[in-house]
C-alpha cells in the first residue's frame, strides 16, 4: 500500500523570496490575474496569499494542461458570510491554475489593505521557502482495505508505517474525522493531489517543534485535502478539511 509523497516541509525566510519562486506568503505571482488583487466572491474582502506551486520545481504535481502554476488564496475574514459554512467548513479558499510566462515581470498592483478589524483577521501568512523531501506514505487506517483489517494490520503497523499530516502531495490523505475520498458527479472515486497542513514537525532540523513555519492554523492542528477526478480534471477538484 505504499505510496511515494512529497514533503514540501515549509521553512520560514529571513528574506523575501522572488515571486517566480514556489513559496508560501509573501508576494505572489500576479500574472495569473487580470489588473486587480482577488477578493473573496462571498464578502469583498481582499484574499492572502497562501501558497504558489510551479511545474518548474515540482513536475511531478498535478498541472492541468497549459498551466504552469497552481495558487491558493484565503479569505481572512471571520466575519465573512461563508466563513466555516462552506462544505469544506473553513474559511473560504480559492485556487488558480494558470499559465504564466517564466521569464517575464510581475504585475504591480498591490494587495488593498484588510478592512476587517485585526482581531476578526486571520493573519497574513509568514512567507517561506520549501525544504522538499520524498517520504514514503501508507494509509490511514480507514483506507485499509476490509480483509486487511481483519486480519489486524493496523495492530502489526508501527510508527513508520505512517500517513504524513503535513503539507504535501502524491501519497495517502491524512484522515482525522474519518471522511473518506469524495465521489465525482460522474461516479468515479476522486483522488488526492495536495494537501494542505499546520504543524510541519517532519522536517529534521526542526525536531521537537509544533506548528508549521507559515502559521496557518487550520482549526485544532487541522489539514485541507485537495481532491480532482482524474477523468474530469479541473472543474471536479474540491477540497476537504479536517481537524481535531
Ligand atoms: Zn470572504
Ligand atoms: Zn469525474
Redesign the pocket.
Known amino acids: 500500500m505504499k505510496k511515494n509523497a512529497t514533503l514540501l516541509v515549509p521553512i520560514a525566510s529571513d528574506n523575501p523570496i522572488p515571486f517566480n519562486q514556489s513559496k508560501m506568503g509573501g508576494i505572489p505571482n500576479l500574472n495569473i490575474f487580470e489588473s486587480e488583487w482577488p477578493v473573496?466572491e462571498?464578502?469583498g474582502?481582499p484574499l492572502h496569499f497562501v501558497i504558489q506551486i510551479y511545474k518548474k520545481d515540482f513536475p511531478d504535481f498535478y498541472f492541468p494542461d497549459g498551466s504552469n502554476i497552481f495558487s491558493i488564496f484565503r479569505?481572512p475574514?471571520f466575519d465573512?458570510p461563508?466563513?466555516y459554512k462552506t462544505d469544506a467548513f473553513d474559511h473560504?479558499i480559492f485556487l488558480y491554475f494558470g499559465e504564466v510566462d517564466m521569464n517575464g515581470e510581475n504585475k504591480t498592483f498591490e494587495k488593498p489593505p484588510d478592512r476587517a478589524v485585526k482581531e476578526r483577521c486571520e493573519n497574513e501568512v509568514v512567507e517561506c521557502y520549501f525544504k522538499p523531501r520524498k517520504v514514503d506514505d501508507y494509509p490511514d487506517r480507514i483506507d485499509y482495505p476490509q480483509e486487511l483489517l481483519d486480519y489486524g494490520v493496523d495492530e502489526i503497523l508501527s510508527e513508520e508505517f505512517k500517513h504524513h499530516q503535513y503539507t504535501k502531495y502524491g501519497g495517502w490523505p491524512a484522515r482525522i474525522q474519518g471522511d473518506k475520498n469524495p465521489d465525482c458527479k460522474c461516479g468515479k472515486v476522486k483522488s488526492m493531489f495536495f494537501q494542505l497542513g499546520t504543524d510541519e514537525p517532519d522536517d529534521p532540523d526542526k525536531k521537537g517543534e509544533f506548528f508549521g513555519d507559515h502559521g496557518l492554523e487550520l482549526g485544532d492542528v487541522g489539514v485541507i485535502t485537495f481532491y480532482k477526478c482524474d477523468d474530469c480534471g479541473l472543474k471536479s477538484i474540491e477540497s476537504i478539511f479536517e481537524c481535531y
Open positions: 473573496c462571498y464578502c474582502h479569505c475574514n465573512c461563508k466563513w473560504p
